[in-house]
């Protein structure tokens, strides 16, 4: 439940590739404070096939995508990364909140463009590991080692989990 409403948040999935399907979509059938309500991809017979799946009657094209955005909260992006920063600032202007897949984009402007319009329009912008590639992240070797990347606020690490909270 979102904290402040004590309603579900109302999510929409864009992309239906193979993380997708294992790991976000499953998730959403065991999470207490969400709910997938659309999904969106451009592959028509995948479209209709994970809707019946998941009982989910909001299904559009990526044509159709702001469309999607009038009856969510959030959306879920889980694209290749070299489309994050459309679709995030697309759903940022319509003030809609952003869970993006990592990596949040291919380049640092396209990163700042994206964290602009989330800060330009008082939405939340989050970058989530999925449990799904976590386990075959390998771990950092530069744990002792600084390195000077610019000034960050408000930053925050956690586990990323549309499922139960933890």
Same mark, same amino acid.
């Given at each position: 439940? /979102? ?13 239906? %590739? ?10 959403? #059938? $065991? ?6 309500? +659309?999904?969106?991809?451009?592959? +028509?017979?995948?479209?209709? $096939?994970?809707?019946? #799946? ?12 702001? #469309? ?55 939405? #939340? ?14 771990? /950092? ?8 990347? %610019? ?6 690490? %956690? ?8």
């Amino acid at each position: 439940m /979102s904290r402040k409403s004590g309603r579900k948040i109302r999510y929409a999935v864009v992309g239906l %590739g193979h993380l997708a399907q294992v790991a976000v979509l499953p998730a959403f #059938k $065991k999470a207490q404070n969400s709910e997938l309500v +659309a999904i969106v991809s451009g592959d +028509a017979d995948k479209r209709e $096939k994970v809707a019946r #799946k998941y009982g989910v009657e909001q299904v559009y094209s990526y044509d159709d995508y702001e #469309k999607a955005l009038f009856s969510v909260d959030a959306v879920y992006i889980v694209l290749p990364n070299h489309l994050h920063r459309e679709y995030a600032v697309l759903a940022a202007q319509d003030r809609v909140h952003v869970l993006c897949e990592k990596l949040m984009a291919v380049t640092e402007e396209d990163c700042e463009v994206m964290i602009d319009a989330a800060r330009q329009n008082g939405v #939340k912008l989050m970058v989530c590991l999925s449990p799904a590639l976590r386990e075959r992240q390998p771990r /950092s070797r530069a744990r002792g080692e600084k390195r000077q990347t %610019g000034k960050t606020s408000n930053l925050r690490f %956690g586990i990323c989990s549309v499922g139960r909270q933890r």
